[in-house]
C-alpha cells in the first residue's frame, strides 16, 4: 500500500514514540478466511511485520474470532452483525500465508475487543509486555476497540496505519484520527520494522 495515511492525520497524530523490542508484543488482530477480501490490500505488511517480529526475538499474538453458539456467545454483536464467523469452520481460519507455528499464541475471542473474556492480559503481564503494535482487521471495529482497551490497561500503543484495513478509507481514516487523537501512536509498517529491528542491535 502507498497511500500516505500518516500525512493525512498529521494534524492529530502529534505524539511520537516508538516501542522497545523487547518489551513489545505484535497482535495480529483476525487476519482470517472470512476477512480475506479486506485483508488482501495489508497483507503483504502484515507478513512484514511478522517476519521481522520473528527474526528479533519480538512475541507475536494472533486473534482469531469466532462463535460456538450465538444464543451464548453471541450477544449484541451477533444480533447486530447477524451473520457471524461460526468456530471450527473454513472461514474461522487465518490466512495460510501467515504461516502460523505452534510456538505462537493464537487466542480466540467472541467480540471486538481481544481482551475481552481472555486472558490477554494476563499473558502480556506474564512476558512484561508494556508496548503492543497493533495489525489487522478490520480498523474501525476489533482493531480499534483492542487499540482503545489496550491504553485503558496502560500499555503504550503503536497502530500501524497500512498494515490495518477496513470497509472504506473514510471509515479507516476516520479511527486513525480518533486513535491518534486519544489512544495510540500512528505509524506504518516501514518505520515500525526499521524501529523494532534497530532496537535491538
Known amino acids: 500500500m502507498d497511500k500516505d495515511y500518516l500525512e493525512q492525520i498529521k494534524n ?3 505524539r511520537q514514540a516508538w516501542p522497545i523490542a523487547e518489551k513489545t508484543a505484535l497482535l495480529v488482530i483476525d487476519m482470517q ?3 480475506r477480501g479486506l485483508a488482501e490490500p495489508i497483507l503483504s505488511n502484515v507478513i512484514s511485520l511478522i517476519d521481522v517480529c520473528r ?3 519480538v512475541k507475536i499474538f494472533f486473534t482469531r474470532h469466532g462463535h460456538r453458539d450465538t444464543e451464548k456467545d453471541g450477544g449484541m454483536l451477533s444480533e447486530w452483525w447477524e451473520d457471524v464467523i461460526y468456530y471450527g469452520s473454513a472461514e474461522w481460519g487465518l490466512i495460510r500465508e501467515l504461516k502460523v507455528n505452534e510456538k505462537e499464541t493464537i487466542l480466540d475471542k467472541n467480540r471486538y475487543s ?3 473474556g481472555t486472558d490477554l492480559d494476563e499473558r502480556l503481564r506474564v512476558e512484561r509486555v508494556e508496548d503492543l503494535v497493533i495489525c489487522g482487521v478490520m480498523t474501525n471495529c476489533c482493531c480499534e476497540t483492542t487499540a482503545r482497551d489496550a491504553f485503558v490497561h496502560d500499555y503504550r500503543v503503536f497502530f500501524v496505519a497500512d498494515a490495518t484495513a477496513t470497509a472504506n ?4 481514516l476516520a ?3 480518533n486513535l491518534a487523537y486519544g489512544f495510540a501512536y500512528i505509524v506504518n509498517t516501514m518505520h515500525i520494522c526499521q524501529k523494532l529491528t534497530y532496537s535491538l542491535k
Open 12 to 14: 492529530y497524530n502529534i
Open 169 to 172: 478509507e473514510e471509515l479507516h
Open 175 to 177: 479511527s486513525l484520527k
Open 33 to 35: 478466511q472470512y476477512f
Open 114 to 116: 481481544a481482551f475481552f
Open 55 to 57: 527474526d528479533n526475538g
